[in-house]
């Protein structure tokens, strides 16, 4: 039987290691030489640029954990992992817009459905960041929130088709796509939208905690996915809401734009979000973000 695993990065300190999570404990990757496998990578980044070799030496080590044969002074309990940003970092970061109806209903968008869905870049190396603080951009004062689902790829895909798009995910995570509303839609401007300054600013979009492989989630276009600010529900609906499944995504993607082991794509936000309803964020305010089977992602609004 597979030993169901999900992968991370955790903090020791000023020092970060790659790991997998195995029931409660975290292992980290270095653990992997105790038993006998060898090949494994010093990142999640390189885990996923190997990710066909990879992936069945993970589930060896996760096997040997959970069976209790890799040491148990490398395990790292749950509760006390100190959990950081879990790829460091992607090549890119793409993100799909306008991909729920309940969404655009809300924002009173009538977009129809046409050959390929909106799609944009966030800058990885400063946009993404992990669980914990999430800082208010300067001057913004319409801080909003949009949990969405994360792939994660794991092979070289141009120009793939539908059929095939799907063999090439390796992972799942949870974001949140933060948007400074007011920053998006400018006043007196020549453009409707400022995507950069609206939701591209510095570690306003957290993932993980953890990635889920993909093997391990049954049907990503039937996960309920959920956001809470301060205990209070804001967003709760299941990824069946899609207007462009995922494999429409990638396979529109890649018409254009050459995707690479690691990248992740942002797969789009459901209703709930507070532009329509007057809320915004503030600093204090406790988001916890959530996929099922996949994880559950806590942030702080500082």
Known sequence: MTTPFTLATLRFGAVQAPAIGVGDAFWPLAAAAQVGIAGLDTDIKGVFVNWPVAFPALQDFAAAAAAGRVPASFAVPAAKADLALPIQFPNKLIAVGANYEDHLREMNAVIPKGERPVMFIKPPTTALTGPGPVPI?????QFDWEVELAVIIGTRMRKVSRADAMAGVAGYSVSVDYTARDYFFPKDYFFKADFLLGKGQDATTPLGPVITPAAFIR?????????????AIKQNASTAGMIYRIDEQIAAISQFVT????????????????????EFLHPGDHVVATAEGVGELHMTIV
Do not use: F, K, Q
């Open 259 to 278: 995707l690479e082991p690691g990248d992740v794509i942002l797969t789009g936000s459901p209703a709930g979000v507070g532009l329509p309803r007057g």
């Open 137 to 141: 951009p300067d001057g913004c004062s």
């Open 219 to 231: 049907d990503p276009h039937d996960l309920t996915i959920t956001l809470s600010v301060n205990g």
